[in-house]
């Protein structure tokens, strides 16, 4: 396959991915979602992310059928990035797509449920020696000795089990040596690869004998460079004859590199052409010595250092070849990559306190749900369209469950009621359990989906909004397969009647086509008589705090027409109003809108106020 056949990759691109990787690492890296890779190649992250979710996902990213679904899509999973114990795993997290396999969402929801309950289990003292562990394999560029000491934390924490069976099978003496070996080894290896390939690298300390070796080398080069310097040396008046110059040479670099004289002579030319000859091929060949006993003695402690590295090798029964690739050291770094990443969305799945949805065929429905973009204090509410089994449990957050069998409810209320968040926490539960992840919900049922359209509010009113909306939400609806329409304030968009129309047109077009739909609209008493399979919900506002804040009940009230309550905005005007005139501008609409109304909410206002 050629880099060019990949989404997002042109021949620039290809070019820039060969020249930094090579054809067949560049593929390696975009085939295993290996973020890091491409942009240590000199692709923006951003860029990288796109091309690998199209490369490992591309149906599953046809499901995001709008841009707005396809924002909550990228926010969710920067959230759950931000959980992520290394930068690898934040990598892995941001390339995850919806999954159109049943069997792969309920696996993955297996071991991401399991995952959350061990960050859970953990106690405090053990989440940190975790994180530490995390922090610092990241910090060494996830080193082939991070991984290990990293698994040795994991198995410490007891984070062996399940998801984690690799880490657990892992032998902890191997371990300990592989760590002690890795300590010996300077820059990296690459055990994934082969402990048999490539030259490892000997940190200095590892070995007395080789570093004693390593520094006579040294000297001597030293000594080979300024050999007219050691000629200088050595010749003084003393000096009758050339042997006694060849004897003070030998003395001399004997006593300077530390090697016995007798090597040093093994050195020395046989035949020179005087003094400065013999000095310098004395030198060059005493180099060249050291320089093949370095070698040798690196390739001793090398075959040490791979012993210790290595597993006893499995012969392959058809070849009786030795399978080298399977070492402690490739496996703990394999461990510690998964369970980094599986530990990572256990730890999001934790700390947000989201649950393991059920899966269903058909409807989406919820309990308890909070909006995973929220900040501080959220009322949960309850909320489902189309067959689920909540409508009879215990604990829903309104006097009344939600209803079930409905394949469209039209949602209406006040003004800043919570109805586009509504819509936003639907459309996170959906495309979360879609990607085989917990939602945020005390409970929940949701469907598989073959196209979620999530549309906000857009205030723009001309032809053109119009006609790229209806573009927008129309063509999923007539498509094959499942659809959920999560659509808001499609009035904004055209003259009041005219949007009435048309949003009956869209909630006969959900009825028919099997699809389900939320839609939020003011317009519910301009509505047709909506089909059998439709109802109307509302969400209404309760008054002005005494900070005069509107106070609402976000928990929407099933099978009743939301008002927008405007007497409550304009009493938060006529309150907070400084100038007098303006103050007696926003009276003239209370009186619009209802004085009495406005009267008696900033009564109850300034009751509440003085009530404190």
């Not at 620039?12 to 975009?30: C, D």
């Not at 310097?229 to 004997?254: K, P, Q, Y």
């Not at 799945?349 to 919820?366: F, K, S, Y």
Request: charged content about 30%; some cysteine.
């Amino acid at each position: 396959m050629r880099l060019e056949d990949y989404w997002g990759i042109g021949p620039k691109t290809s070019e820039r991915l060969t020249e930094a990787l090579g054809t067949e690492r560049a593929i390696e890296a975009i085939e295993s979602a290996d973020v890091r890779a491409l942009v240590d190649a000199g692709l923006h992250r951003g860029r990288a992310t796109r091309i690998l979710r199209r490369a490992n996902g591309e149906a599953g990213i046809d499901v995001l059928a709008t841009g707005d679904a396809r924002s909550v899509y990228d926010d969710l999973l920067s959230l759950a990035a931000d959980a992520a114990l290394t930068a690898h795993a934040a990598d892995r997290i941001r390339v995850l797509t919806p999954l159109l396999d049943r069997n792969a969402v309920e696996e993955r929801l297996d071991r991401v449920v399991a995952a959350r309950n061990a960050w859970a289990g953990l106690d405090e003292a053990d989440r940190e020696a975790v994180a530490d562990a995390f922090a610092a394999y990241d910090e060494a560029d996830g080193s082939e000795l991070a991984a290990v000491e990293t698994a040795v934390a994991l198995r410490e924490a007891g984070v062996t089990d399940g998801p984690f069976a690799d880490v657990g099978a892992l032998d902890g003496d191997r371990l300990r040596d592989a760590a002690d070996a890795l300590a010996d080894v300077r820059g990296s290896i690459d055990p994934v690869g082969g402990l048999d390939g490539g030259d490892i690298e000997i940190a200095s300390g590892a070995d007395a004998e080789l570093d004693r070796l390593r520094e006579q080398l040294s000297t001597a080069r030293d000594l080979a460079d300024s050999a007219f310097d050691v000629l200088e040396s050595v010749r003084d008046g003393s000096l009758r004859d050339f042997e006694a110059l060849e004897a003070a040479t030998i003395e001399h670099v004997a006593r300077e590199t530390g090697v016995e004289p007798a090597t040093v002579r093994s050195a020395a030319p046989d035949e020179a052409l005087d003094a400065a000859d013999f000095v310098s091929g004395t030198l060059r060949e005493l180099v060249v010595e050291l320089e093949a006993a370095v070698d040798e003695r690196e390739a001793a402690v090398a075959a040490d250092i791979r012993e210790r590295l290595g597993d006893e090798p499995d012969a392959d029964e058809d070849s009786g070849e030795a399978d080298n690739d399977d070492t402690t050291v490739a496996r703990a770094a394999t461990a510690v990559s998964d369970a980094a990443f599986l530990l990572s969305l256990g730890r999001f799945a934790a700390e947000n306190e989201h649950v393991r949805p059920t899966l269903v065929d058909d409807g989406i429905a919820v309990r308890g749900a909070r909006n995973p973009f929220l900040g501080g204090e959220v009322q949960p509410v309850s909320y489902g369209v189309g067959s689920h089994s909540l409508a009879d449990d215990p604990g829903v957050a309104s006097a009344d469950a939600p209803p079930t069998g409905d394949r469209v409810s039209v949602l209406t209320g006040a003004n800043s009621g919570g109805k586009t968040t509504l819509l936003e926490t639907l459309c996170a539960v959906a495309l979360l359990a879609s990607m085989g992840l917990p939602v945020p919900a005390d409970a929940a049922e949701v469907g598989t989906f073959d196209r979620i359209v999530f549309h906000r509010r857009h205030a723009s009113f001309n032809a053109g909004v119009l006609e790229s909306t209806l573009k927008s939400v129309v063509p999923p609806l007539t498509a094959d397969g499942r659809t959920l329409m999560l659509v808001d304030e499609f009035e904004a968009i055209t003259e009041p009647g005219r949007a009435a129309d048309l949003l009956n047109g869209l909630v006969t077009l959900t009825v028919d086509r099997g699809a389900l739909g939320v839609y939020v609209t003011h317009l519910a008493e301009d509505l047709s008589p909506l089909p059998d399979a439709a109802r109307i919900d509302g969400i209404f506002a309760e008054g002005l705090t005494n900070d005069l804040e509107l106070r609402v009940d976000y928990q929407p009230r099933f099978e009743t027409v939301g008002k927008s309550t405007p007497e409550f905005i304009v009493s938060r005007l006529v309150a907070n109003a400084g100038d007098r005139g303006v103050r007696a501008g926003f009276e003239h609409l209370a009186g619009a809108v209802g004085e009495e109304a406005v009267q008696r909410t900033l009564s109850d206002a300034e009751w509440a106020a003085n009530d404190d």
